[in-house]
């Protein structure tokens, strides 16, 4: 007689607990982290208030928890990008791209890590501050890899990696609050050529724009 596959004690659990987060995100995108309450995140959800407590204490926890898993998921897709990709420049341009039409796919996400996060106060900020600091360091790795390998002259890493990443934020930023927004991934050529320059990256690089049918197109959008 066949064995059956045991179910882990922590699995209906772990399901709950996913299935309040995805409540609170939808919950958080059609209100605002504000203007949510957690009898939404319960309806959204399909469980109780009490259920949502069980889990986590407060509505406050629950968008914690949700910017963690979200940039885990972003920080994650950049790596699987880049993973087949030797050299070290090309790396920060695919991050770059990827991190552009993640957000061009998704933008209740890129609203809940830029917009929401900043509008709940100070309460967020090292969450906030964390995301910011993974994305830089995979940057000052790639530039630091670039250095070593003579591609581009040596530098203070640590301080283009925030630079690369602040100039980013303020695209997605200033595009998540235009009332009609151009395509996301139209600000990649320009955006690519001005952070190639601050690192002094050879023109003749800079000038070869990767055409959508070659390994430079956009990657397909995170789900």
Not at 1 to 27: C, Q, V, W
Not at 119 to 147: C, K, M, P, S
Request: no cysteine.
């Amino acid at each position: 007689m066949p064995s059956r596959k045991r179910t882990s004690p922590a699995e209906p659990e772990r399901t709950r607990r996913e299935a309040i987060l995805d409540g609170a995100f939808n919950a958080f995108s059609r209100r605002g982290y504000r203007d949510t309450v957690v009898d939404d995140i319960a309806a959204s959800a399909r469980t109780s208030k009490g259920g949502i407590y069980f889990h986590f204490p407060t509505k406050e926890a629950i968008f914690r928890e949700l910017m963690r898993t979200t940039a885990d998921k972003l920080i994650s897709k950049v790596e699987k990008a880049v993973a087949a990709e030797s050299d070290p420049i090309a790396r920060a341009e695919i991050a770059i791209r990827t991190v552009l039409a993640t957000f061009a796919g998704h933008r209740t996400t890129a609203r809940l890590l830029f917009l929401d996060a900043i509008g709940a106060g100070r309460a967020f900020q090292a969450e906030t501050n964390a995301l910011h600091a993974r994305f830089a360091a995979l940057i000052e790795g790639y530039l630091d890899e670039a250095v070593g390998a003579g591609i581009i002259p040596p530098l203070d890493t640590r301080v283009a990696s925030i630079a690369w990443f602040g100039a980013l934020n303020e695209v997605v930023a200033r595009w998540l609050l235009a009332e009609n927004p151009a395509r996301l991934e139209g600000a990649y050529p320009t955006l690519r050529a001005v952070l190639l320059r601050s690192v002094a990256v050879p023109e003749t690089r800079i000038a070869a724009v990767p055409t959508e049918s070659g390994p430079g197109q956009f990657p397909e959008a995170v789900q």
